[in-house]
């Protein structure tokens, strides 16, 4: 008998419902859930392609052991002794030799973000690495700065503003991020129905600019003069120095401000001085919000973009406003789960990066495990991770892998990382879990309670990633770990938060309880600074302002400038199996202008050269204006051609990596954030 259940996608941050049609074991279909109060019904490709990752025969479904080259299936049980015992050798030469590496889909697990810190604690390890410093982290130290709390994200309420402006997001394509926004088209298209207007400011005419009212080019990473500009134009412009009780130290900002002129830099940043100075006035009358994400994230300047994105709409009166810059109020609120964060507590011992939330930056990964001497990384976990294709100089670190005496990898693939461990232990499959949003619900356009029940029946012998996790943890430390299973523990943070619900009460509504709007007016008694209040002139970031170049002092750069992007059939390197979403046409090129591409000699579809200081790679040429001159666009998380690696269906469209020429040199000093876009580098004919 078939049966619809009733599941949301964890496949990206915009947590859609669906409904999932199966008959026993078989998939009949999956769509979208019109009942669901947040995503009202949208899916889009990746969604059903579910179905994909669920059936996929090269999914592992048992341990893997390499030995030399070749791969034998082995139990758990003889998984998790050899894994303790070689990990406890390794620890007695040098307690400091163990490392995590924590990757994209353990955020779209609580069942893992719940879990992993066993892993860690049974390592007694400080060298911890996560995809946050290929990612967010800039945005969660601006956040701990402004706000006391590194997971307290403020989100555009674009369900009641009038002016949302994008700086290097493409929702388009992304469907959000740091902002659970499903239906992004439809959002937009109620907010024109209001006499609204979205305005895209992006170095790529991306599909996200395509649906807005106004598109505006920007020089890569020259945000944080765009963003001073702004700052200033709208500090010139509002008439209350003071915005609300709670915010101090904006004329302090302003000082620093002064020895930057506005007409500069927006030369530098290439957008014009009059769009600026309009924006600036739309911000004033309001409502308005202006968002910020991975384009302005990943730049050596990230932690100064995000901070002075708040600014930004902190100096124009948009902060916990109707229409705004706002706070969801979420079922469980994560802000009393995870600590506040810290910075500096410890620093990483080849290159003395500071730790920030008590990680070292990915980029730092390989030099840590190549470079010798007490502390030297011996042994690498690595959980839900792909860092060969996701991290700067990803062919660096995978070489340093290769002399690894231990890699752990829990996976679901043997995939360009994964093949170098030593050991895969893969979970059960996708839709055999349960599921929450448990970090991306609060985040969210509209907030709401939706909990999954597995979908499927967990197959025979199978463990979910949070038993993998303890298990590990067990076999390292030899104590087993005490604590509820996921489940129950998200039972009793519903409990403790702030709307008190159980998870009965919210199992019984399964297309989730609608609970409104992000709620305004929840500042300052929601901030987690000591003293309650917003203060703008962080220290080290105004000190950053003031050691900043001076608008047209930076490096002069020759070259073309490379920016990447995102596809909506693609989530980062993990779906390149899916039989569904690889159809249609080659998506790993490099999109190049015709003014950059004819002197070249470079036609439609040639295959060019792009070359960096880190090295070269081949692809395909996609000329076209929709990028800005001067800027090249490449995608990320292809590369999949490499000995070892068994996804049928990607190996039959592998790409290039693009991380082969992006340099684990460039980061953003006060996050360890890396700093992809940006990075000059050469294209020419191949051949
Ligand atoms: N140049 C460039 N590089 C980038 C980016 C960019 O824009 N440009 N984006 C960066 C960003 S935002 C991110 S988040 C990182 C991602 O960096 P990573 O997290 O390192 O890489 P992913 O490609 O997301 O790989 C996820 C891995 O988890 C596995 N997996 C999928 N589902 C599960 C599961 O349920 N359980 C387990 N155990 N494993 C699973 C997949 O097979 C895959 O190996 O990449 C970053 N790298
Ligand atoms: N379909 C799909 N969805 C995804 C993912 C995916 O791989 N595929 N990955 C998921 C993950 S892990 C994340 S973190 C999110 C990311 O979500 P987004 O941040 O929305 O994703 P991107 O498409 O990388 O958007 C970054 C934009 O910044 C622009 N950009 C690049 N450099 C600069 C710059 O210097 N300045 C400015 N102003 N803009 C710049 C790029 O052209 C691009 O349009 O997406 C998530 N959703
Ligand atoms: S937008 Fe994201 S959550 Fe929604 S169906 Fe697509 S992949 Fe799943
Ligand atoms: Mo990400």
């Known amino acids: 008998m078939p049966q619809v259940h009733h599941r949301t996608c964890h496949i990206c941050e915009a947590n859609c419902g669906v409904l999932v049609e199966v008959d026993g074991r078989r998939i009949l279909s999956i769509r979208g859930d019109p009942d669901n109060p947040l995503s009202r019904g949208h899916i889009c490709p990746k969604g059903t392609a579910l179905q994909d990752l669920q059936e996929d025969p090269d999914r592992l479904r048992r ?8 791969w034998h299936e082995i139990s758990f049980e003889q998984a998790f002794a050899e894994i303790g015992e070689r990990t406890r050798a390794i620890l007695a030469k040098d307690p400091d030799s163990a490392a995590v590496y924590i990757g994209n889909p353990n955020a779209h697990s609580y069942g893992n973000a719940l879990n992993a810190d066993f892993l860690g604690k049974a390592l007694r390890t400080r060298n911890k690495f996560s995809a946050s410093t290929v990612d967010q982290m800039p945005h969660q130290v601006a956040n701990l700065r402004l ?18 402006v994008i700086l290097g997001g493409n929702p388009m394509a992304s469907n959000g991020s740091l902002w659970t926004v499903p239906d992004f088209r439809a959002r937009v298209r109620d907010l024109k129905a209001r006499g609204g207007e979205l305005i895209v400011i992006d170095p790529r005419r991306t599909e996200t600019a395509k649906i807005a009212d106004r598109h505006l080019f920007i020089r890569p990473a020259g945000d944080v003069y765009f963003l001073i500009a702004l700052l200033k134009a709208v500090r010139a412009r509002s008439p209350a120095r003071v915005v609300q009780d709670f915010v101090t130290g904006l004329d302090r900002v302003d000082e620093a401000l002064q020895r930057f002129d506005a007409e500069a830099c927006a030369a530098s940043c290439g957008v014009p001085l009059p769009e600026i100075e309009a924006l600036a006035e739309r911000f004033l009358a309001g409502p308005a919000a202006l968002y910020g994400r991975m384009g302005v994230a990943t730049q050596a300047h990230g932690t100064l973009n995000a901070w002075l994105i708040s600014l930004v709409n902190i100096a124009s009166g948009q902060l916990d406003r109707e229409g705004g810059w706002v706070f969801g109020l979420p079922a469980v609120d994560t802000v009393n789960v995870l600590p506040p964060g810290s910075i500096g507590k410890f620093a990483s011992r080849v290159s003395g990066h500071r730790s920030v939330l008590g990680e070292l930056p990915a980029a730092a990964m390989a030099e840590e495990i190549e470079t010798p001497g007490e502390g030297r990384i011996r042994a690498l976990f690595v959980v839900a991770g792909n860092p060969v294709l996701s991290t700067p100089n990803g062919a660096r ?17 043997r995939n360009a990382t994964s093949r170098r461990a030593h050991y895969i232990l893969p979970p059960a499959g996708p839709l055999e879990r349960d599921h929450y949003g448990l970090f991306l619900l609060p985040m969210a356009a509209r907030t709401i309670a939706v909990y999954s029940r597995p979908t499927l029946e967990q197959e025979e012998g199978s463990l979910h990633d949070w038993e993998i996790l303890r298990g590990l943890a067990h076999a390292i430390s030899g104590e087993p770990v005490q604590a509820p299973t996921p489940r129950e523990a998200l039972d009793g943070l519903l409990r403790s938060g702030p709307y008190g619900l159980t998870l009965e009460q919210v199992e019984a509504s399964p297309s989730g309880i609608d609970l409104g709007p992000p709620p305004t007016g929840q500042l300052p008694g929601r901030l987690r600074t000591p003293d309650k209040r917003v203060t703008c002139d962080v220290e080290e970031l105004v000190e950053a302002l003031g050691a900043l ?8 750069q020759g070259g073309l400038r490379l920016i990447g ?24 090129t490099v999109m190049i202008h015709p003014d950059d591409a004819t002197p070249r000699g470079i036609a439609d579809g040639a295959t060019v050269t792009v070359r960096s200081v880190a090295g070269s790679i081949a692809l395909a040429a996609e000329v076209t204006d929709d990028m800005m001159p001067g800027t090249v666009s490449i995608p990320h998380g292809w590369g999949h ?13 592998p790409g290039v990596s693009v991380n082969d020429i992006t340099l684990e040199t460039a980061m953003d000093p ?14 020419a004919l191949a051949g």
């Open 63 to 70: 341990p893997l052991k390499r030995v030399g080259d070749t």
């Open 147 to 164: 706000w006391g709390h590194a997971s307290m994200f403020p989100i555009p309420d674009i369900d009641r503003t009038r002016t949302l």
């Open 397 to 413: 670190l995978d070489k340093a892998l290769e002399c690894l005496d231990l890699l752990v990898s829990i996976d679901i693939y």
């Open 549 to 556: 170049d001076l608008p047209g002092q930076e490096d002069p």
């Open 565 to 588: 992007r995102r596809h909506l059939r693609t989530n980062n390197s993990w779906l390149a199996n899916s039989r569904r979403l690889i159809k249609g046409p080659d998506r790993c």
């Open 641 to 653: 051609g490499l000995p070892g690696v068994s996804m049928e269906n990607a190996l039959g469209r």
């Open 670 to 683: 006060l996050s360890g954030n890396a700093a992809f876009s940006g990075v000059e580098v050469e294209v």
